[in-house]
């Protein structure tokens, strides 16, 4: 079946514009995560959504990211004023909700390469 | 806070050698989960394993294995006979729940390059 998608795979900003990363979950996962990964580091989450309801943003660096999910499937994330602190790869991954003994995975995109330049 | 610590930050040995990537962990948490992902040089991250904080027993899948010592705060990946396949960075994640459903957000440790040699 299907993985989770990532598009565009590779995105080239200039300082100061806009841009918007979109990421396809797998069918019927409900749960979907953002993470930012810089070079050489490991990811770092982002944000968090359940259907469409966006329950932790704790770790949006600045008020220029927002992310939504409308209708509880694609998300969008949206870096406004972009600058170049903010090149990294950007990860998506989606899950199901958990069974009660808790067990879950998250699924990962490919990822989208951010350069701001 | 959660803080997941890998030392290791490039490790190269010789195919057929066994290896050990280390981690350390640090939360505050009574249940939690351990993970052990995989990226190749694509970029995807492969899930590997997946450890609750109430299971100590080691695990075997094949040529990979897990130590989970909880005395230590340490969960580390031992692969015995590296092939080049094996070639990818290794990250160690750490669990937290963020909602009643126990759904969780992951706190990666900065990763181990591993290089196998041919």
């Known amino acids: 079946g299907a993985g989770v998608s990532q598009s565009p795979r590779y995105k080239v900003a200039k300082r100061g514009q806009d841009v918007a990363l979109r990421c396809d979950p797998i069918?019927?996962?409900?749960?979907l995560f953002w993470y930012q990964q810089a070079l050489g580091q490991g990811p770092e989450f982002l944000t968090y959504f359940q259907n469409e309801a966006q329950l932790d943003k704790s770790g949006l660096p600045s008020d220029r990211f927002f992310a939504e999910r409308p209708e509880g499937s694609v998300s969008t994330l949206k870096i406004q004023r972009t600058q170049q602190e903010d090149s990294a790869v950007y990860l998506c991954a989606s899950s199901l909700i958990p069974s009660a003994q808790g067990y879950y995975e998250q699924y990962f995109g490919p990822g989208t390469r951010l350069t701001v330049t | 806070a959660q803080k997941v610590t890998q030392a290791q930050t490039e490790i190269s040995v010789v195919e057929k050698e066994d290896v050990t990537l280390d981690c350390v962990y640090e939360t505050r948490d009574t249940t939690y989960y351990l993970f052990w992902y995989k990226q190749p040089p694509s970029g995807e991250l492969v899930f590997l394993i997946r450890r609750n904080s109430f299971d100590e027993q080691n695990e075997i899948s094949g040529r990979y294995s897990w130590n989970f010592q909880k005395s230590t705060s340490s969960f580390n990946f031992t692969i015995t006979a590296s092939q080049v396949v094996d070639s990818a960075v290794y990250f160690c994640?750490?669990?937290?729940?963020?909602?009643?459903?126990?759904?969780?957000?992951?706190?990666f440790g900065t990763g181990t390059r591993l290089t196998i040699i041919p």
């Open positions: 069918s019927g996962h409900v749960s």
């Open positions: 994640a750490l669990s937290e729940v963020i909602s009643n459903f126990g759904n969780e957000k992951l706190t």
